[in-house]
């Protein structure tokens, strides 16, 4: 079965700053996609970036961007320039595949805590 | 546009009560998905409509049940309500369940069970 990890329960970042949060991932499809999303206090999920399995390239979206490592199977996520908004939970997400018919769903790891000190 | 709608925001059952969830999805998606999300489990994939069918469903118990209308808005029920069942629910929706659809995200429902 398909799991996903993240390892940082919680995380701080100064702000204008980098920070990575972690990923990790096990399944034995070759193609699927890979998402990451924010939920603020106001609990709604929104997507921050997604990465499908087939492309090498390395997703970006302005300040997020994604170290994918297929053979690793590995999905961190890197936010950069970091501002107070940014404070979140972030959870990984992995799609299963479009021919996983009855299986197809999202499954998501625990999430990231991140705070945003000023 | 509007987004996605979930009503109520908080509900408050007891034990052994049954509760309705609605979700009504952005205008023109017909995929919409629902999802529990608990601090120790995290989120929990529960079903997907499409048209009007059922295509997925999670592994809840037959307490969970889910339909979909015609005009796409979809509701949840749970019967019998157990301690555990204390959980935000979420509803998703998108254009059409293909793999690389982008969910959109209500805010959900946090439902309280005493």
């Known amino acids: 079965a398909q799991t996903v990890t993240q390892s940082q329960p919680e995380m701080s970042v100064q702000e204008a700053e980098t920070v990575t949060l972690s990923c990790t991932y096990d399944?034995?499809?070759?193609?699927?996609?890979l998402f990451w999303y924010k939920q603020p206090p106001s609990r709604q999920m929104i997507l921050v970036i997604r990465?499908?399995?087939?492309k090498q390239q390395n997703a970006t979206e302005n300040r997020f961007s994604v170290n994918f490592q297929k053979a690793a199977k590995s999905f961190s996520l890197k936010i950069s320039d970091s501002q107070l908004g940014d404070a979140a939970m972030y959870f990984c997400?992995?799609?299963?595949?479009?021919?996983?018919?009855?299986?197809?769903?999202?499954?998501w790891g625990l999430g990231t805590s991140l705070a945003v000190n000023p | 546009k509007a987004g996605v709608t979930q009503t109520p925001r908080y509900l408050i059952k007891t034990r052994g009560q049954q509760v309705t969830l609605s979700c009504s999805p952005i205008?023109?998606?017909?995929?919409v998905s629902w999802y529990q999300q608990t601090p120790g489990q995290g989120l929990q994939f529960l079903f997907e409509?499409?048209?009007?069918?059922?295509?997925n469903k999670g592994n809840f118990p037959g307490r969970f049940s889910g339909r979909q209308f015609s005009n796409s808005r979809s509701e949840m029920n749970v019967s019998t309500l157990e301690l555990g069942d204390s959980a935000l629910y979420l509803c998703?929706?998108?254009?059409?369940?293909?793999?690389?659809?982008?969910?959109?995200f209500g805010s959900g429902t946090q439902l309280s069970v005493l």
């Open positions: 399944t034995s499809e070759s193609d699927y996609y």
């Open positions: 997400a992995y799609r299963t595949p479009s021919n996983a018919g009855n299986n197809r769903k999202l499954i």
């Open positions: 990465q499908e399995a087939y």
């Open positions: 998703a929706s998108s254009l059409n369940p293909g793999r690389n659809e982008k969910l959109f």
């Open positions: 409509y499409f048209s009007e069918t059922q295509r």
């Open positions: 205008s023109g998606h017909r995929s």
